[in-house]
């Protein structure tokens, strides 16, 4: 079986996997990093989303593969130990979560959002196509507008 | 009409234990549990062993409190509110707080549903906590040799008048053997309420942005091997025949076994599991209903309607008939049981709104005795009224079983999708007669889809009974919200083998209500009154009339807006509560109707979290936007035409209102129900919007099917 060599949350990791297995799969059930969430597995509902080099993927339609070489964050490897992402920070601060299921992938979506747009209007929020079913969209939004201001204060 | 909050006492009784542990009985409801054993004074009583009616809180010398909740956590927060009765009324600490899910019991009240949760645990959550800390203060009023009176109670810890602190942990063993407490253990009154009431954090919010918090999937159960059911294309459709030989060939397959909805394979991963499923060779029987499509149900639902009686002579008429498309539940986190049954005893994992029948459910199908099945409850990623059901748990174990090695079922998206469970399509038929400009009868004809019964349908598969699906009490229609005169209904149903029904938030208020509140604002056209005027007038109940002008008022009904957008507003009352929901929406773009802002007023008597209950009003918004403007199921020749939520239309932050906002009713009465309230409220409002926006009167729902 091939060997995949990654980066996953800042250690490298191999694992043995077919090549197009994909890579939520490859997390869940042969890593145990359980945050990445599966809602659909046809890269739709994006409960999954995490970052490949910093830019937002949904696991379950990338296959392994496509990751040798290349740095996998998650859910868990977002915050910097103990102190959390502005995101998560302000995720917690707005009370966002209700089941809590897909809020890694909203999380993971807000956090390169914010990567590749610092202070996005209502416009850019609305792109984000990450379901939640519970609902949380309004509190979503002031999540990531309250990060953006946080990030554009420190910096 | 507020009612001063009750002063009925609970029974609470101290376990022996060697750390202090109190517990208070939970029957099906608070009044109930409190009738049980009226001769008996209450924290006299020393019971041995813990009780499994029980809601039971232990204080460990660590200084943990723990209460195991007969309760699930789905999204809602009831974790977060009982956590806060306690932090009440022991004077702790939140975060010394642990409510863990507590197993399946043999009996006693252990159901989540018909927004009950709150309102069965508000008294003896709080009973429970005051008497446990009229045990802590009395044990440390004997250890340091002074009054009880003199001693406070703050931050998991009691203090001397000195400034000496004892921590309850460092006092619990001497708390488990107080019989008779020196200070008092009644609950607090209102006014001195200071976690109840304020708005507050998840206590599992930390967990969830990290990643931490687990779902049945994400157990790591030894052995237990991700497993999947192939599942006929049609409804109920049926095994002819399986050729697995190519699947049982492939990599990481470890088991292919036939169970009642297919053929599951048990294999290294989900990955290996889907690819050995789709090289499965299956012969499928179409299910009963393959003959049948949308038209035909919706035909047959219009002629189940029963008819409307003669209206009263010399009135006008406004009528209206409503449909409403079938809507699956699609919570988040798709099915998912973990199973271990061996040959005398079985163990399973998932998240169950009824875990006490499931048990039975699960022993019966894998012919066991209940006592010799564990069923763990864990949170579930969503529920909707999905978890009321466990298909899931059955399916699982019935393959572990067969395969003779625990599994970790889950059903796909496509399986949650065109096999899972459905609000029932119905159809409606309202009048409202009025005459001299007042209503003076008012009737509803309705029938809904229900599951015919032979024994061996989808109800033996899991189903909830009948009994706890719906909510307690008479529907809200029976009485009637407003001075309407003579108010009736009826319902017919149009019964189909095999189609998958289940509970869906706010149950059959989400279309009758729904549908109602419509034809309200048609009448009001028709009385050339303005919506929130009429209704003003109309309603009987006062505490109602408030949430209405407190929705108008602070979402300032009437405002001018530009061609194209309009509000919409709408009432509900349920469960001890009721809520006003006003809605503005942007028709600009007739394909692309947006909910732009969405304002709620609700009284549900004492919010216990005011924080929690505005997520709850701000979930029901985004389910009367789906489920009025684009998300429903279709049945095309007995199969769900959806299969993901790129068909399946629920809302997402395109659609979702850029300005939400709740408004929460002072309240001194005990809680009412929430969870449920606003849907029809929600959807309503949008409804009565896009009409104002557009000139139309909407008629079947989703409106873009």
């Known amino acids: ?155 | 009409m507020a009612r001063p909050l009750s002063r009925r006492r609970f029974m609470v009784y101290s376990l022996a234990a060697s750390t202090l542990t109190v517990a208070a009985p939970l029957g099906c409801d608070s009044s109930s549990a409190a009738d049980a054993e009226p001769a008996r004074a209450a924290s006299d009583v020393l019971v041995t062993g813990t009780d499994e009616e029980m809601l039971v809180l232990q204080v460990t010398a660590a200084n943990r409190v723990v209460v195991r909740l007969p309760r699930v956590e789905v999204g809602q927060g009831v974790t977060t509110a009982v956590a806060m009765m306690i932090a009440e009324e022991l004077d702790a600490r939140l975060g010394d707080i642990d409510i863990p899910l507590a197993d399946a019991r043999a009996r006693g009240n252990q159901y989540t549903g018909g927004s009950s949760s709150v309102r069965s645990l508000y008294g003896p959550a709080r009973e429970l906590a005051a008497l446990a800390r009229a045990k802590l203060v009395t044990a440390a009023a004997r250890r340091w040799g002074l009054p009880g009176w003199t001693l406070r109670t703050r931050d998991t810890k009691v203090f001397a008048p000195d400034g000496r602190s004892a921590t309850f942990g460092s006092l619990t063993a001497s708390a488990a053997r107080i019989t008779r407490t020196t200070v008092s253990s009644r609950p607090k009154p209102v006014s001195r309420h200071r976690v109840i009431g304020t708005p507050t954090t998840r206590i599992d919010a930390r967990d969830i942005v990290t990643g931490k918090a687990k779902y049945a999937g994400d157990l790591a159960v030894a052995g237990a091997k991700p497993t999947v059911v192939a599942r006929p294309p049609t409804l109920g459709g049926t095994l002819v025949s399986v050729d697995d030989r190519a699947a049982r060939a492939m990599p990481g397959v470890h088991a292919v076994v036939k169970v009642p909805g297919g053929v599951a394979v048990v294999a290294d991963s989900f990955h290996h599991a889907f690819r050995a499923r789709d090289a499965l060779r299956i012969t499928w029987a179409p299910g009963p209903l393959a003959s049948l499509s949308d038209a035909a149900i919706r035909s047959r639902l219009r002629a189940a309607v029963p008819r409307l009686g003669t209206p009263p002579s010399g009135s006008a008429q406004t009528e209206g008939e409503f449909e409403f498309a079938f809507v699956g539940h699609a919570p988040m986190e798709v099915l998912t049981a973990v199973a271990d049954v061996r040959a005398d005893r079985a163990e399973i994992w998932f998240s169950s709104q009824t875990p006490m029948d499931a048990r039975e459910a699960v022993a019966s199908a894998v012919g066991l005795s209940a006592a010799k099945v564990k069923v763990h409850v864990l949170r579930g990623g969503g529920s909707f009224g999905r978890r009321l059901n466990h298909d899931a748990a059955i399916e699982a174990a019935l393959i572990s079983k067969a395969a003779r090695r625990p599994v970790k079922l889950m059903w796909s998206r496509a399986d949650d999708v065109r096999h899972g469970r459905m609000r029932p399509a119905s159809h409606h038929r309202i009048r409202a007669s009025h005459a001299r400009g007042r209503v003076v009868a008012f009737t509803h004809a309705t029938a809904s889809v229900s599951e015919a019964y032979d024994g061996k349908g989808l109800s033996a598969q899991g189903g909830a009974r009948a009994l706890v699906a719906r909510a307690q009490g008479p529907l809200p229609s029976d009485s009637g919200l407003y001075n309407f005169g003579r108010v009736d209904g009826d319902s017919g149903s149009v019964e189909l083998p095999a189609i998958p029904l289940g509970p869906w938030r706010s149950v059959d208020s989400g279309t009758m209500r729904t549908a109602e509140e419509i034809l309200v604002d048609e009448v009001a056209r028709a009385l050339h009154k303005d919506p929130v005027a009429f209704r003003r007038t109309t309603l009987r109940s006062k505490t109602l009339r408030a949430v209405l002008n407190k929705a108008a008022s602070a979402g300032h009904w009437g405002r001018a807006l530009p061609a194209g957008q309009a509000q919409g507003i709408a009432v509900h009352e349920e469960y001890g509560s009721c809520v006003a929901c006003l809605a503005e929406i942007d028709v600009t773009d007739p394909k692309a109707p947006r909910v732009t802002r969405v304002v709620m007023a609700a009284d549900v008597g004492t919010a216990v979290n005011p924080r929690g209950l505005e997520a709850q009003l701000m979930g029901t918004a985004v389910d009367g936007i789906s489920t009025v403007l684009t998300a429903g199921l279709h049945i095309d020749r007995g199969a769900v035409r959806e299969s993901s939520y790129a068909d399946f239309r629920y809302a997402r932050q395109r659609d979702a209102p850029l300005h939400f906002e709740a408004h929460l009713m002072p309240s001194r009465r005990e809680p009412g129900g929430a969870g449920e309230l606003g849907v029809p409220a929600a959807a309503a409002a949008v409804a009565n919007a896009y009409a104002r926006a557009t000139g139309t009167r909407p008629r079947r729902f989703p409106l873009d099917f």
Request: a negative charge.
């Open chain 1, 1 to 155: 079986m091939p060997s995949h060599s990654f980066v996953l949350n800042g250690e490298q990791v191999t694992v043995d996997a077919p090549d197009d297995m994909p890579l939520l799969w490859v997390l869940r059930d042969l890593l145990n990093v359980t945050g990445p969430k599966y809602g659909c597995g046809v890269g739709v509902c994006r409960a999954c989303t995490s970052h490949l080099d910093g830019a937002e993927i949904q696991p379950c339609v990338v296959p392994v593969a496509d990751c040798a070489g290349r740095a996998v964050t998650t859910i868990e490897g977002l915050a910097d130990g103990d102190t959390l992402h502005p995101v998560q920070q302000a995720w917690l601060d707005r009370d966002v979560a209700q089941c809590g299921f897909c809020q890694p992938g909203q999380i993971m979506a807000a956090a390169a959002l914010l990567t590749r747009t610092p202070q996005p209007t209502d416009a850019d929020i609305d792109r984000i196509e990450n379901v939640c079913r519970c609902g949380t969209y309004s509190r979503i939004r002031e999540a990531i507008k309250k990060a953006a201001e946080q990030t554009a204060q420190r910096d």
